[in-house]
């Protein structure tokens, strides 16, 4: 079975920094698309970021409004896909899921998680002072 197992979130202050992790086991890490999404209270989730798990692709795709604060990245020795997410604000405030799906990543790569991906437990992230 597929599994993605996220980790990483808490309470942070505005400004602070948080870096997520999405450690999944059953499938070769190398052949998929990975991503991250977020869901505000009483909100539908949100796409974040998504990258190529593949140790000889590097792309990677950040939605337009999560542009310069927020970094994906891989750690292929570890089967582990990252979020840092940096100059923490409030409205950061969500649950933050890991999503995977077995297709080239290409820049529907946020779509193609949504509408065919296996998604993690979710990790709670709460920016507040």
């Known amino acids: 079975d597929v599994q993605l197992q996220a980790s990483g979130g808490g309470l942070v202050q505005p400004g602070g920094s948080l870096r997520l992790s999405c450690v999944v086991s059953g499938f070769t890490f190398e052949d998929y698309t990975m991503g991250w999404f977020r869901q505000f209270p009483g909100k539908e989730r949100e796409g974040i970021a998504c990258i190529s798990t593949s140790s000889r692709n590097s792309f990677t795709y950040y939605q337009d409004s999560v542009k310069g604060r927020f970094t994906i990245s891989k750690d292929n020795a570890k089967n582990t896909v990252h979020l840092q997410i940096d100059d923490l604000k409030p409205d950061d405030t969500a649950i933050y899921y890991c999503?995977?799906?077995?297709?080239?990543?290409?820049?529907?790569?946020?779509?193609?998680?949504?509408?065919?991906?296996?998604w993690g437990q979710g990790t709670q992230v709460t920016v507040s002072s």
């Open positions: 999503v995977a799906v077995g297709l080239r990543a290409t820049r529907t790569c946020l779509s193609d998680l949504a509408s065919f991906g296996t």
